[in-house]
């Protein structure tokens, strides 16, 4: 069973830094895409970030200078380096993985999502 875990969400001042993980357990096989998601208060979820398993990312025009996504392929962790917050950063952040499992005697291949962690930027 594939499982995806966030960690390093929380309350930052404007103007502050927070760095997001999110781990993958179990028997993968690979991780093509990874990114990051958030859903703010009211609003659709939107892309943050995204990167590939050779390291070309993307990022959203909001974010773009100040977030930093990168990846850990031993560890198969991704991570969401945040600076220079602000409240409209304020959202609900999700990591995602398109990733190729082993499913018994085979391999399968799903898009899976970690459970989200709550980011508040304070003004």
């Known amino acids: 069973q594939v499982q995806l875990v966030e960690s390093g969400g929380g309350l930052v001042r404007a103007g502050g830094s927070l760095k997001l993980s999110c781990a993958a357990s179990?028997?993968?096989?690979?991780?093509?895409?990874m990114a990051w998601y958030r859903q703010g208060p009211g609003k659709e979820r939107e892309l943050v970030a995204s990167?590939?398993?050779?390291?070309?990312?993307t990022y959203a025009d909001s974010v773009s200078g100040r977030f930093i996504v990168s990846r850990d392929n031993v560890k198969s962790t991704l991570y969401l380096q945040m600076n220079s917050l602000k409240p409209e950063d304020t959202a609900v952040y999700y990591c995602?993985?398109?990733?190729?499992?082993?499913?018994?005697?085979?391999?399968?291949?799903?898009?899976?999502w970690g459970q989200g962690t709550q980011v508040t930027v304070s003004s």
């Open positions: 995602y993985m398109d990733l190729t499992y082993v499913s018994g005697l085979w391999y399968d291949r799903k898009n899976f």
């Open positions: 179990g028997r993968i096989f690979s991780i093509p895409n």
């Open positions: 990167i590939t398993n050779d390291g070309n990312t």
